[in-house]
């Protein structure tokens, strides 16, 4: 019997259910529903492949014979035909793996280890806003080192920042278009860094108070204005600005208001909210601000939202300060670390950063709230014109 060849195109309209060799690798499976279907065998690096050719009658004999020839010739020249089909059908259809296809996939894929599922954009903005208008609609196949380099060369000295959050962005992307199976290059976004050269950019600090400033700060703050109250609110508790505008009526209980994790910065994934200690001047504090609130906010804006960032960012730039409102954590901390003893982890606590490693904090299962409790109360002794003397700090276990 011929070694290829074997099948006829009138044994093709009659053959019985099953598999039918036509030889090189190439068979016909009846199957019971009546369809058939053309199978091509070839072996590639001592492993055996399938890959479907086509079904009957869209696909005939001789061309069935044709595409089991081709593929045969791939195999032998130790290339993979079922890998080599699927990059041919990317590139017919490359609008389908674009960088901003590729980008907004990646992004979908993150978005639970973002703070509120990236509903704030900040993951998505370098990108949005630096690199697709230029690259966005450019196969990520196609993607290199010095397009890269071009796009974000205008900002790399400039906005150092914006320009290494779209690098690392990029990477990320890069890596889900690899994980997809596209022939990328992942050392694209390293090479554009070599292309560019270190950053000429000098991180700046946030301007903070000496502590020992902010007492007469806190007390010029005597209007029962909005701005003055939060302002007040933020230096004693010394939480971030987001958490502080956002607060709600229905966290606070007592002398604890209960931030929830996600709205916690560096808690991604989080589910456990942060519990922030409040001092008799801060029960004060957000009593005064009590008849201002609406919609369950503490802080309300006039649009039915929150007072912004920028509200107290500016009265304090009114008053010709150098200092912002996010300062004044740093103007808690080093007064935790200059004038009192209170443990390491119990003073980076207070501000709600995260210490230690994961194995470290599955066992330590406490936030230190009676510690930091009296250590919010002698903070507030000190802002409100207190001595202000070294805490010798007990009971850290």
Same mark, same amino acid.
């Given at each position: 019997?011929?070694?290829?060849?074997?099948?006829?195109?009138?044994?093709?309209?009659?053959?019985?259910?099953?598999?039918?060799?036509?030889?090189?690798?190439?068979?016909?499976?009846?199957?019971?529903?009546?369809?058939?279907?053309?199978?091509?065998?070839?072996?590639?690096?001592?492993?055996?492949?399938?890959?479907?050719?086509?079904?009957?009658?869209?696909?005939?004999?001789?061309?069935?014979?044709?595409?089991?020839?081709?593929?045969?010739?791939?195999?032998?020249?130790?290339?993979?035909?079922?890998?080599?089909?699927?990059?041919?059908?990317?590139?017919?259809?490359?609008?389908?793996? $674009?960088?901003?296809?590729?980008?907004?996939?990646?992004?979908?894929?993150?978005?639970?280890?973002?703070?509120?599922?990236?509903?704030?954009?900040?993951?998505?903005?370098?990108?949005?806003?630096?690199?697709?208008?230029?690259?966005?609609?450019?196969?990520?196949?196609?993607?290199?080192?010095?397009?890269?380099?071009?796009?974000?060369?205008?900002?790399?000295?400039?906005?150092?920042?914006?320009?290494?959050?779209?690098?690392?962005?990029?990477?990320?992307?890069?890596?889900?278009?690899?994980?997809?199976?596209?022939?990328?290059?992942?050392?694209?976004?390293?090479?554009?860094?070599?292309?560019?050269?270190?950053?000429?950019?000098?991180?700046?600090?946030?301007?903070?108070?000496?502590?020992?400033?902010?007492?007469?700060?806190?007390?010029?703050?005597?209007?029962?204005?909005?701005?003055?109250?939060?302002?007040?609110?933020?230096?004693?508790?010394?939480?971030?600005?987001?958490?502080?505008?956002?607060?709600?009526?229905?966290?606070?209980?007592?002398?604890?208001?209960?931030?929830?994790?996600?709205?916690?910065?560096?808690?991604?994934?989080?589910?456990?909210?942060?519990?922030?200690?409040?001092?008799?001047?801060?029960?004060?504090?957000?009593?005064?601000?009590?008849?201002?609130?609406?919609?369950?906010?503490?802080?309300?804006?006039?649009?039915?939202?929150?007072?912004?960032?920028?509200?107290?960012?500016?009265?304090?730039?009114?008053?010709?300060?150098?200092?912002?409102?996010?300062?004044?954590? $740093?103007?808690?901390?080093?007064?935790?670390?200059?004038?009192?003893?209170?443990?390491?982890?119990?003073?980076?606590?207070?501000?709600?950063?995260?210490?230690?490693?994961?194995?470290?904090?599955?066992?330590?299962?406490?936030?230190?709230?009676?510690?930091?409790?009296?250590?919010?109360?002698?903070?507030?002794?000190?802002?409100?014109?207190?001595?202000?003397?070294?805490?010798?700090?007990?009971?850290?276990?």
């Amino acid at each position: 019997m011929r070694a290829k060849n074997r099948l006829t195109s009138s044994f093709i309209k009659t053959a019985p259910i099953g598999k039918h060799c036509d030889g090189g690798g190439l068979w016909l499976i009846k199957r019971d529903d009546g369809g058939a279907q053309w199978v091509q065998r070839v072996t590639v690096h001592g492993r055996r492949r399938e890959m479907g050719l086509g079904g009957i009658p869209s696909l005939s004999l001789s061309e069935a014979r044709k595409l089991s020839e081709r593929w045969r010739k791939l195999a032998a020249a130790g290339r993979d035909p079922i890998k080599e089909r699927e990059a041919e059908e990317r590139a017919a259809r490359r609008e389908d793996i $674009t960088l901003e296809i590729l980008t907004a996939d990646a992004f979908e894929s993150r978005k639970a280890e973002l703070k509120g599922d990236g509903t704030a954009g900040r993951w998505l903005s370098p990108l949005n806003i630096h690199v697709l208008p230029k690259l966005g609609k450019v196969p990520v196949t196609d993607l290199d080192q010095r397009d890269i380099r071009d796009t974000l060369a205008p900002i790399w000295h400039t906005k150092a920042d914006t320009a290494r959050k779209a690098m690392n962005r990029l990477s990320i992307v890069l890596k889900h278009a690899a994980a997809l199976g596209l022939d990328v290059d992942l050392q694209a976004t390293e090479k554009a860094k070599a292309l560019l050269g270190k950053s000429r950019h000098v991180a700046k600090n946030i301007p903070a108070m000496d502590w020992r400033d902010v007492p007469a700060f806190y007390a010029s703050l005597e209007e029962p204005t909005l701005t003055h109250l939060a302002l007040r609110l933020l230096i004693l508790t010394g939480v971030r600005s987001t958490p502080l505008r956002n607060i709600r009526l229905d966290q606070i209980e007592g002398d604890v208001w209960t931030v929830p994790a996600e709205s916690m910065k560096g808690r991604k994934g989080a589910t456990n909210p942060f519990r922030v200690p409040l001092s008799p001047e801060a029960q004060r504090i957000i009593e005064l601000a009590r008849p201002h609130a609406r919609n369950g906010f503490l802080f309300p804006n006039t649009r039915g939202g929150v007072i912004s960032d920028m509200t107290l960012s500016r009265m304090m730039e009114r008053r010709g300060l150098e200092a912002r409102p996010h300062g004044f954590r $740093t103007s808690l901390r080093t007064w935790l670390a200059e004038a009192t003893d209170a443990p390491h982890e119990v003073a980076e606590g207070v501000l709600a950063h995260i210490v230690d490693g994961g194995v470290v904090r599955a066992y330590r299962r406490t936030d230190y709230l009676e510690q930091r409790a009296k250590l919010a109360d002698r903070w507030a002794d000190h802002l409100t014109g207190g001595a202000g003397q070294v805490l010798q700090f007990v009971g850290a276990d």
